[in-house]
């Protein structure tokens, strides 16, 4: 079955560093790949998307690569600050009907 | 910020009442969506819908109905609330082209008693 894992362990750094969160998938072949942000008690919000034909992705402080060989997708934040502090979630998708599948997400602490 | 609503935010309720969650965009989007999500757990689709008059059931069982009578409009119902419905549930809305992002609303947190 398809299967989606992102680290469940929360990930603390200082601010200033890169935070880098880890997205993989078996038994799957998607053609995009979005992440989202989440904050507790609150919905998702969207941040990239990247698709099967680009290795990478760069919007401000944040960068998504998807490699297709290693069925991962890598998220990183530069410059880290502790307002970056929330959940991360990556969704992929390889159909055209807009249906997402979530992984678990990981929680991304920055200390000041 | 989306223009996307859901009320109540908030909800206690008793076992065997019916209650029903609501979802308004304003954004003339044609698919909508429900998840459930648990604290610190994945979401999970459990309702969709790519218009009006569409409903479809999600990868999550669930004993709630869903309906689309207007564009703008997706409420949630659960005829008869158990203990085991208390969760966290998002509505969320996308444009009708490929694999674009998902808006989502601010999510109704249920309490049944």
């Known amino acids: 079955s398809q299967k989606i894992e992102q680290n469940s362990e929360a990930l603390n750094i200082q601010e200033g560093k890169t935070a880098t969160l880890t997205c993989n998938y078996t038994n799957y072949s998607p053609a995009y790949l979005q992440w989202y942000r989440q904050d507790p008690g609150r919905g998702p919000v969207f941040l990239l998307l990247?698709?099967?034909?680009?290795k990478e992705k760069r919007k401000e402080r944040l960068k998504v690569t998807f490699d297709t060989t290693l069925k991962q997708s890598l998220f990183h934040i530069t410059a880290s600050q502790p307002a970056d502090s929330a959940t991360y979630l990556c969704?992929?998708?390889?159909?055209?009907?807009?249906?997402?599948?979530f992984g678990g997400g990981t929680r991304l602490m920055v200390k000041p | 910020e989306a223009d996307i609503y859901q009320t109540p935010r908030y909800l206690v309720i008793g076992t065997g009442k019916k209650i029903t969650l609501e979802c308004s965009q304003t954004m003339g989007h044609d698919k909508m969506y429900w998840y459930q999500q648990d604290p610190g757990m994945e979401l999970h689709l459990i309702h969709y819908?790519?218009?009006?008059?569409?409903?479809e059931k999600g990868d999550l069982s669930s004993e709630s109905t869903v309906s689309r009578i207007r564009t703008e409009h997706f409420p949630l119902t659960l005829e008869s609330a158990r203990p085991s419905h208390t969760s966290q549930y998002l509505c969320?809305?996308?444009?009708?082209?490929?694999?674009?992002?998902?808006?989502f609303g601010p999510g109704t947190r249920l309490t049944v008693l």
């Open positions: 969320a809305s996308s444009e009708g082209v490929v694999n674009n992002e998902q808006f």
């Open positions: 969704a992929p998708s390889n159909n055209a009907g807009n249906m997402l599948t």
């Open positions: 990247i698709r099967e034909n680009e």
């Open positions: 819908s790519y218009g009006v008059n569409s409903t």
